[in-house]
């Protein structure tokens, strides 16, 4: 496991092809931001310019996420 830019967590796999420039091509992919989640993050919820990082949730949270908004709304 590899950590880029900011917090958010992410895994890169090199995968051994050449790229037209000669550079080996990289895949990575960001991890869900909720503790011990380790699904790949598939919706960005929110992306605070001043941290430099964003809060990004597997499709599983997401939905969970959207549900406790719609919930908000109706009170």
């Known amino acids: 496991m ?3 830019e900011g917090n ?3 895994v890169s796999i ?3 092809f050449r790229a037209d420039d000669g550079r080996e091509e990289i895949l990575t992919e960001y ?3 909720v503790a011990d989640c380790p699904n790949p993050a598939a ?6 310019l001043e941290l430099g990082g964003g809060y990004a949730v597997c499709a599983e949270h997401a939905v969970l996420r959207r549900s406790d908004s719609t919930a908000d709304r109706q009170r």
């Open 2 to 4: 590899d950590e880029q």
């Open 8 to 10: 958010m967590p992410c």
């Open 31 to 33: 991890l869900c931001d």
């Open 43 to 48: 919706q960005v919820l929110g992306f605070a």
């Open 14 to 16: 090199a995968t051994g």
